[in-house]
């Protein structure tokens, strides 16, 4: 009787087994779609080239974000008379008197343009960019170009022509949008200071090293930051070379996705 139960047994466990490896795995749950954010471009800038050897032409721009002047920088600039557009935000405007004179006292080194007015990434759709939030609508993007704009003019600045926009990044219907708007987009052909987070040696290499018809991109507001002592030492070392400093006023230009067009 025994030997009939445990035969019994074992043969019902081999069926049970035998259907269980008929019946096809269930199928994992699916999984909500997730919303692709916008296509972001980080333009490109240059200029027209000297073609002249030993003497390359280059347009030095900075951004004033927020913060204070980096009088390193722009000591350099007056004293060593090199010439320089620089993107204000109405923010940096507000904190920045001084130096804000400095730039009127001169107008044949520098040309102020649009850098916003909070200094928003000018981007139509929500996003976040280096943990900024984007402007988010095509309202919101008029309203930053436009704040910034504003603020300028009320400073005594002449109406702005170029702008860029915080992070220097763009979705496409936004660059379509600022262009319509009657602006040129500054993209840039040369990063020199990792948004001001480099050290001051590979700030000063990098900036050393702009080419003929480049564009090269700084930051004039973060004066405790190690990166504005090697944008100074870079200033002077592209003169020493014979280096032609121009503004983007002065010379014709070319910029990738639409931005100048």
């Not at 035998?18 to 919303?35: T, W």
């Not at 040309?111 to 988010?136: F, M, Q, R, T, W």
């Amino acid at each position: 009787m025994k030997r009939f139960l445990l035969g019994s047994a074992l043969l019902l466990a081999a069926a049970s087994s035998a259907f269980a490896a008929e019946i096809p795995p269930a199928a994992p749950a699916a999984r909500a779609p997730v919303a692709a954010g916008p296509k972001l471009v980080e333009p490109h800038l240059h200029i027209a080239r000297s073609n002249v050897a030993g003497h390359a032409r280059i347009a030095l721009t900075f951004d004033a974000c927020m913060g204070e002047a980096d009088e390193r920088i722009l000591s350099t600039l007056v004293n060593e008379r090199i010439p320089a557009t620089v993107f204000v935000t109405a923010r940096w405007l507000k904190r920045n008197p001084k130096a804000l004179a400095v730039f009127l006292q001169n107008p044949d080194l520098f040309e102020l343009e649009n850098h916003g007015e909070k200094h928003i990434p000018a981007i139509d759709k929500p996003v976040l960019v280096y943990g900024i939030p984007s402007a988010g609508s095509p309202d919101a993007v008029r309203q930053e170009v436009e704040g910034g704009a504003a603020a300028m003019v009320a400073s005594g600045i002449p109406a702005p022509r170029w702008f860029r926009g915080s992070t220097a990044k763009y979705d496409l219907s936004a660059i379509g949008q600022i262009r319509a708007m009657g602006y040129r987009i500054a993209g840039y052909s040369v990063n020199g200071d990792g948004g001001s987070l480099l050290g001051a040696a590979v700030t000063e290499k990098r900036i050393a090293a702009a080419r003929d018809g480049d564009v090269v991109i700084s930051h004039i507001n973060q004066p405790t930051h190690a990166a504005g002592e090697g944008v100074a030492r870079a200033l002077v070392d592209l003169k020493a070379k014979g280096t032609e400093f121009v503004r983007l006023q002065d010379v014709a230009d070319t910029g990738d996705d639409r931005t100048t067009e």
